[in-house]
């Protein structure tokens, strides 16, 4: 049974560019959400996406914007990259529309370094 | 002040000792409470629930303290195996469907 899928494991970008990171929820899970663990932090919640629309979201700027799939794969995306984008980006999936907390499974997530 | 609080460590202690983190949470309306375990450059994954009551699993001992709103996480007899992140994650009614996790606290066991 697969787990969360995440892709690409890592990546490298330029400040000012944009990046699409992607997800794969676990088999049977409906909810995606995304976080992101700065070095040294505990990860901070970016939003949620719940039947392909955004449900939840946190303390994040627009530059952050996502997109939910039928299939209900997920892509975070981020424009105009800072530095302090540089972080690991979780993606987490649950099942029964995210109603269960102690269902939530990570992903191994993208580390995403911006130079 | 942040939602959830951690000393951050590190903590090292010797095999077969005990040790115990702390973590605290500002909002008395939480619900859900949870320890998390995160390897080094490796995703979080769920350790266990903390209940009202207390709850062990093995080596692990949780407990939440309501009135003083803490969580505490005690494990026995600590392996090499046990060196990991260990994050206090709490969710209520106020953060909706968002994981509010603490920054770890930081556990190396030594030989």
């Known amino acids: 049974d697969a787990g969360v899928t995440q892709s690409p494991t890592h990546l490298i970008k330029t400040r000012g560019q944009q990046v699409t990171l992607r997800c794969s929820p676990k088999s049977g899970h409906d909810t995606v959400s995304w976080y992101q663990q700065a070095l040294g932090q505990g990860p901070q919640f970016i939003f949620q996406?719940?039947?392909?629309?955004?449900?939840q979201r946190g303390n994040f700027p627009d530059r952050f914007s996502g997109h939910q799939f039928p299939n209900y794969s997920s892509e975070l995306n981020v424009n105009a990259l800072l530095l302090g984008d540089s972080a690991l980006y979780l993606c987490?999936?649950?099942?029964?529309?995210?109603?269960?907390?102690?269902?939530?499974?990570f992903g191994s997530g993208t580390r995403l370094t911006v130079v | 002040r942040k939602e959830v609080e951690q000393d951050p460590g590190p903590f090292n202690v010797p095999e077969g000792a005990t040790v115990a983190f702390n973590c605290t949470y500002s909002n008395s309306a939480s619900q859900s409470f949870f320890w998390y375990r995160q390897d080094c450059r490796k995703e979080p994954k769920l350790l266990m629930s903390?209940?009202?009551s207390g709850n062990e699993d093995g080596r692990f001992t949780a407990q939440l303290n309501r009135a003083s709103q803490y969580i505490s996480l005690l494990i026995r007899d600590s392996k090499l195996s046990d060196s990991a992140t260990y994050l206090c994650v709490v969710n209520g009614p106020n953060s909706g469907y968002a994981l509010n996790f603490g920054k770890g606290t930081s556990l190396l066991v030594t030989p």
């Open positions: 987490a999936s649950s099942p029964l529309g995210g109603a269960d907390n102690y269902g939530y499974t």
């Open positions: 903390v209940y009202s």
């Open positions: 996406y719940y039947e392909e629309e955004e449900r």
